[in-house]
């Protein structure tokens, strides 16, 4: 079920914590508004020629070593290049219900400058959420730190599937962290396979 804003407003009596919430005008009918955060991974080119994401992992540099982090204050600005990626978290802290999921996208003006994001947030979760923003765009986009630059839509569902239950990559993060690709099973399997 697709809460809208009443739903929003009686979770966040009950068992929804969003903090700091600037303000309720953050809560639209059908979505809330998450503000750009303070702390940047900025991807760059570096000497290596590719990250390696496959299971042949002998000799390649670490995926941290592809992004430089930055720090910002509230209303500075970030450059994001063209074709650049940037790993983000939004301002505010969240925890998420065990029965509710969001889907993040970006607010519609910076969707229409070329910034795109692919965000879901399983129900459970706690911490400030990762935003993956790349911007497709041949332009540089400059965006103000701390202004509202992402849409979540919650879901809520039938049964509680927390997000704790097993092992996680990213759990309680108040800054963005770097892809844990090579953290996946699934790799592990494969180089098995080939060897």
Same mark, same amino acid.
């Not at 059908?30 to 750009?36: A, K």
């Not at 941290?64 to 509230?74: D, E, G, L, Q, Y």
């Not at 994001?80 to 802290?93: G, R």
């Not at 998420?96 to 969707?111: C, D, E, Q, T």
């Given at each position: 079920?697709?809460?809208?804003?009443?739903?929003?407003?009686?979770?966040?009596?009950?068992?929804?914590?969003?903090?700091?919430?600037?303000?309720?005008?953050?809560?639209?009918?059908?979505?809330?508004?998450?503000?750009?955060?303070?702390?940047?991974?900025?991807?760059?080119?570096?000497?290596?020629?590719?990250?390696?994401?496959?299971?042949?992992?002998?000799?390649?540099?670490?995926?941290?070593?592809?992004?430089?982090?930055?720090?910002?204050?509230?209303?500075?600005?970030?450059?994001?290049?063209?074709?650049?990626?940037?790993?983000?978290?939004?301002?505010?802290?969240?925890?998420?219900?065990?029965?509710?999921?969001?889907?993040?996208?970006?607010?519609?003006?910076?969707? #229409?400058?070329?910034?795109?994001?692919?965000?879901?947030?399983?129900? $459970?979760?706690?911490?400030?959420?990762? &935003? !993956? @923003?790349?911007?497709?765009?041949?332009?540089?986009?400059?965006?103000?730190?701390?202004?509202?630059?992402?849409?979540?839509?919650?879901?809520?569902?039938?049964?509680?599937?927390?997000?704790?239950?097993?092992? #996680?990559?990213?759990?309680?993060?108040?800054?963005?962290?770097?892809? $844990?690709?090579?953290?996946?099973?699934? &790799? !592990? @399997?494969?180089r098995s396979i080939n060897n």
């Amino acid at each position: 079920m697709h809460l809208q804003k009443d739903d929003i407003l009686k979770r966040l009596e009950e068992d929804l914590i969003i903090r700091p919430l600037l303000d309720i005008e953050q809560i639209g009918q059908l979505t809330i508004d998450f503000r750009l955060g303070t702390d940047f991974l900025v991807s760059f080119q570096g000497r290596d020629p590719f990250i390696n994401a496959s299971y042949q992992l002998s000799n390649s540099q670490p995926v941290k070593n592809f992004f430089a982090s930055t720090r910002r204050k509230i209303g500075q600005e970030i450059l994001l290049h063209p074709h650049q990626t940037v790993l983000c978290s939004t301002l505010e802290y969240v925890k998420l219900p065990n029965n509710v999921y969001a889907i993040l996208n970006m607010r519609s003006s910076f969707s #229409r400058l070329g910034l795109t994001i692919s965000t879901i947030v399983l129900p $459970g979760y706690c911490g400030c959420i990762s &935003l !993956e @923003i790349t911007n497709t765009n041949n332009n540089l986009i400059k965006m103000a730190v701390g202004s509202r630059i992402v849409q979540a839509r919650l879901f809520q569902i039938e049964r509680d599937a927390k997000y704790t239950y097993g092992l #996680r990559k990213y759990v309680a993060q108040v800054r963005p962290e770097p892809s $844990g690709i090579t953290k996946d099973e699934d &790799l !592990e @399997i494969l180089r098995s396979i080939n060897n």
